[in-house]
Structures are given as C-alpha cells and as structure tokens.
C-alpha cells in the first residue's frame, strides 16, 4: 500500500524557517514527479512547489520562488520543502503529491493537482505576525 506521509509542520514566526519532509512507502517514486500543495480552509488546493524525477527540474508557485526549496533524496524515498522567510499567508495545511506515472519531460501539467495520484494527510503550518 502506498503512503506518502507529511511532517515538519508547526508554529512560525514571520521570517523564521520550517522544513516540511515527505515520507513515501509501498514503492520507489525515483522516476516520477512529485510536489506540494497547500490548503486553507474553504479554498482550493494550490499549487506551491514541484520536482522532476532525479531532481533535474524544480517548479515554483510565484509566492514560493526565492523563499522556498524543493529537493528529494531518492535513496531514502523522501521529499522536502525548505521554507525561508515565512509570511503569514503561508498559513495553510501542506500536503505532499506524487504522481503515478514515469516522468516526462514534455508535460507542462506538473503544476497541477489533477497532475498528482498519490497524497499525503497533510502538515499544519502556521505563522503568526
């Protein structure tokens, strides 16, 4: 059974740091995409961050660029997000995203939830003022 399997979330404060990790089991995702979501309440999924298998191309959301950094770590079947610079619309549950299908390098659709097959229970992150 596949699981993918969030934490790292908690209480910021504006312009501190969290790391949020991705666990995932029941198969390797090494040739498959993967991302990061995010939801508040009464609000649509968004998309905040994606990576290539291998990790040779990163996607951002505009309000993440600069302040956040997706990696992977294919032999320990993890995936992470570094949040710099924290702002309270950051506030959201985070969730990790992996897609069942072998990358490939001409979709354009790895911005998009309906991209994802495989989702995590999600990660509280909130950040005060």
């Known amino acids: 059974q596949v699981q993918l399997v969030e934490s790292g979330g908690g209480l910021a404060q504006a312009g501190g740091s969290l790391r949020l990790s991705c666990a995932a089991s029941?198969?390797?995702?090494?040739?498959?995409?993967m991302g990061w979501f995010r939801q508040e309440p009464g609000k649509e999924r968004e998309f905040v961050a994606a990576?290539?298998?291998?990790?040779?191309?990163?996607w951002y959301a505009p309000s993440a660029k600069g302040r956040f950094t997706i990696s992977r770590d294919d032999a320990k079947n993890m995936m992470y997000l570094q949040m710099d610079s924290l702002k309270p619309e950051d506030t959201a549950v985070y969730l990790c995203?992996?897609?069942?299908?072998?990358?490939?390098?001409?979709?354009?659709?790895?911005?998009?939830?309906?991209?994802?097959?495989?989702w995590g229970q999600g990660t509280q992150v909130t950040v005060s003022s």
């Open positions: 995203a992996a897609d069942r299908d072998v990358y490939d390098a001409d979709n354009f659709f790895y911005t998009v939830s309906l991209q994802y097959d495989f």
């Open positions: 029941g198969r390797t995702f090494r040739d498959n995409a």
């Open positions: 990576i290539s298998a291998s990790g040779t191309k990163t």
